[in-house]
Nanobody
Framework: QVAESGGGLVHPGGSLRLSCAAS????????VGWFRQVPGKGPEGIVC????????FYAKSVKGRFTISRDVTKNTVDLQMDSLSHEATAVYYC????????????????????????WGQGTQVTVSS
């Protein structure tokens, strides 16, 4: 399974670091993605990283402000989020999948959660003054 941590309340312009921890398997053998979901909408893939060569995909809405990284020793994939705005308020999920070959494919819209090998329980991020 995978589990997210690091969410919370932050002021606009602030930063948060989310972590996706895997248990029972080596996360570096999987493509990993960060998704966010607001009420009434489906999950949006915002940042994804491939399993083999570390290629990344960033959605336009977060490019230049969010950074994904792997920590193999901790068996985690982290998401550093800077310059946060109100629009970042959402539940953030991480997912892992061994079969998706590209980060774009990992982050593609409209894919049911059940098609991913692992999907976390989510962590709330609230950006508010």
């Amino acid at each position: 399974q995978v589990a997210e941590s690091g969410g919370g309340l932050v002021h606009p312009g602030g930063s948060l670091r989310l972590s996706c921890a895997a248990s029972g398997f080596a996360l570096d053998s999987y493509a990993v993605g960060w998704f966010r979901q607001v009420p009434g909408k489906g999950p949006e893939g915002i940042v994804c990283i491939s399993k083999d060569d570390g290629r990344t995909f960033y959605a336009k809405s977060v490019k230049g402000r969010f950074t994904i990284s792997r920590d193999v020793t901790k068996n985690t994939v982290d998401l550093q989020m800077d310059s946060l705005s109100h629009e970042a308020t959402a539940v953030y999920y991480c997912a892992a999948d061994a079969g998706r070959a590209t980060p774009q494919g990992m982050c593609a819209r409209g894919q049911p959660r059940g098609t991913y090998d692992f999907w976390g329980q989510g962590t709330q991020v609230t950006v508010s003054s």
